[in-house]
């Protein structure tokens, strides 16, 4: 029963009962023992009246089916490495969640064996508290002005004003997470580090949301994380030809396009986020390169082979 009213719609009694093989007698009473262990099931009378489980001031005892409670634990011990600094509460949740399992679901849990590699942020990164994501979470859902002090890299506070900002989404990427929000003081979209975030209290007025360019907070982030403006798209991008086979170059040509010529050659269009770092990664194919566009990809060689020309010079003396 408490399966069914978690799906968050009212239930008729008479309907329950068909659900659940009982009769409406049942399913009152079992109504009853729900309330009394601080469900707050909330009862509706007339033909169209049921029963619905509401919201409560206190977390009573939860149920999970089979499936829920292994995914759940799965889930928490694949947080425990994420290095998005609720480690210590997440390994706690595990615990407790794994000591109520019944004997035949931890015998399963204990089955799924697999390795998460936990990711590295920089040296001297500072964990983010809970309190500090549920508070930008909240200002995120309620559309209202943000005020924080945000600290500069390699500094532990804050020197600069508070910083006045639209919170758009909280975002977490490897292991770390980020605030995207609109600056009011700089008129432009920003990402910020949370762990470098002290939010003030209390909120600001709310405002209207604005569209995140492109409309996907994933692709706006990876965008300005690859240095570019728009989302899904390198900063740099050029366009060559290769002397290998399209067979040779599409297992490694990631996102670029590639184009068979003829049975020896083909064309790849490819991005990255300098020119100097497109060459270098040209490089790889281990080929001749012909460059058809643009002029600063060229340059990038021509730059690209006098480095490389010092650095394989003899040493003097």
Known sequence: MLSLLQTGREWPGARLGERLGVSHRTVRRDIDRLRALDYRIEATMGPAGGYRLAAGSDLPPLLFDDEQAVALAVALQTVVVAG?????????????????LPT????????????????????????VSPAVLVLLSAAVRSHEVLRFDYAPPGSDAATAPPRRVEPHAVVASQGRWYLVAWDLERDDWRIFRADRMTPRTPTGPRFAPRGIPGGDVAGFV?????????PGSWPCIGKVVLNRPIADVLPFAGDGI????????????????SWIGLAAS??????????LRPPELRAAFAELAARNAATAAPLSG
């Not at 990876?222 to 728009?230: E, I, L, P, W, Y």
Request: glycine fraction near 6%; hydrophobic fraction near 40%.
């Open 258 to 273: 590639v184009q068979e010529l003829d049975g020896q050659r083909c064309s790849l269009e490819a991005g990255a986020w």
């Open 104 to 127: 035949r679901l931890r015998s399963r849990l204990d089955a799924i064996r697999f390795t998460s590699i936990p990711a590295r942020p920089e040296a001297g990164a500072t964990a």
């Open 84 to 100: 998005a600094g609720v480690e210590e509460a997440a390994l706690r949740a595990l615990t407790t969640v794994r000591q109520v």
């Open 282 to 291: 040209l490089n790889r194919f281990d080929t001749d390169v012909e460059v």
């Open 222 to 230: 990876s965008a300005r994380f690859s240095g570019s403006d728009r």
